[in-house]
């Protein structure tokens, strides 16, 4: 007798497409084994962690998700673009999950609180069908832009277009300039998947960690620390305490000794009018230091 076969679900399916092209992302950085590595390559992983993470910190996060500033359409859509090369999905999926993040943070409720445990916090929550799709209701400012539902709806093409490009960048520097000693697999290798893993992971560690390790300014009331290391690697996350305090400010690194990458990088985007009414600190971030009694935090996005 034959065995009961039954086709897999709809659900199943969404399942595996989900979370196949992840865990092959991981094992193509087993690809350096064979690729090598080179100077030129190395450079090139750092610029592509360097760009997107800029676009995840600054623009997903920051812009999409709390309005931290103002800036063109051309620009939001550019850095949405890069953003997605990321493969963190589109901006409306992103900060319409992190909007609920804020409003349920370390609640039953939030999908990706370390209260759940490290694993789900840090990976498992995105890989699961109910998390498959965003509660656009909460992002309805910038779902009324085409192009960015647009983009929400085929993200994956923006990955794929971005290792195909490395691809060919390498292929082109190993025949007219051979001197630098690379290929467009080794280009691929470090330059998307490496680039990509690395960037991925490091992000999600502010998910995992910045609710777990670290130090607390303010008393919020979700579990949320400031971490200098998480800070650096993150171009300014790590700074997460201040954050929750007052999410609205494009600054997270409230003081001058708190190093935050992607604030510098706004603030000289302003400089030349490519961005513009970027919030600061609100005052009651620097009085709430002085205080015995926390001062209410700041109800924001």
């Not at 080179?38 to 600054?58: D, E, H, K």
């Not at 493969?87 to 609180?113: C, F, I, V």
């Not at 647009?150 to 971005?162: A, E, G, K, Q, S």
Request: glycine residues 6%.
């Amino acid at each position: 007798m034959l065995p009961n076969l039954s086709l897999p679900t709809k659900a199943q399916l969404a399942t595996a497409l989900h979370i196949t092209p992840f865990l092959l992302m991981h094992l193509a950085c087993l690809g350096v084994i064979w690729v090598g590595v080179s100077p030129i390559a190395v450079l090139v992983c750092a610029v592509m962690y360097g760009l997107r993470m800029f676009s995840i910190t600054a623009f997903y996060h920051r812009y999409f998700s709390h309005k931290a500033f103002k800036t063109s359409r051309a620009v939001q859509f550019i850095f949405a673009i890069i953003g997605a090369s990321s493969t963190q999905k589109g901006p409306l999926w992103w900060a319409a999950h992190h909007r609920h993040h804020h409003r349920h943070s370390d609640t039953k409720e939030d999908q990706h609180s370390p209260l759940h445990g490290f694993f789900q916090s840090h990976v498992g929550w995105f890989l699961q069908p109910r998390n498959f799709s965003a509660p656009y209701d909460l992002i309805k400012d910038f779902a009324r832009f085409p192009e960015l539902r647009w983009l929400d709806r085929n993200h994956v093409l923006i990955p794929v277009f971005t290792g195909a490009a490395l691809y060919v960048l390498g292929s082109a520097l190993a025949a007219y300039a051979p001197s630098l000693e690379t290929n467009g697999f080794q280009m691929l290798v470090w330059g998307f998947f490496i680039s990509t893993v690395l960037s991925t992971h490091i992000t999600l560690m502010i998910n995992s960690l910045a609710h777990v390790w670290g130090s607390r300014r303010y008393n919020t009331k979700d579990h949320s620390r400031n971490n200098w290391l998480l800070a650096l690697l993150t171009f300014g996350e790590g700074w997460h305490n201040n954050h929750h305090f007052f999410p609205a400010s494009a600054r997270q690194g409230f003081f001058w000794w708190e190093i935050d990458l992607s604030y510098y990088v706004l603030k000289a985007m302003s400089a030349v009018g490519l961005i513009w009414d970027v919030k600061p600190v609100h005052q009651k971030a620097y009085q709430a230091v002085h205080h015995t009694t926390p001062i209410k935090k700041e109800n924001t996005l």
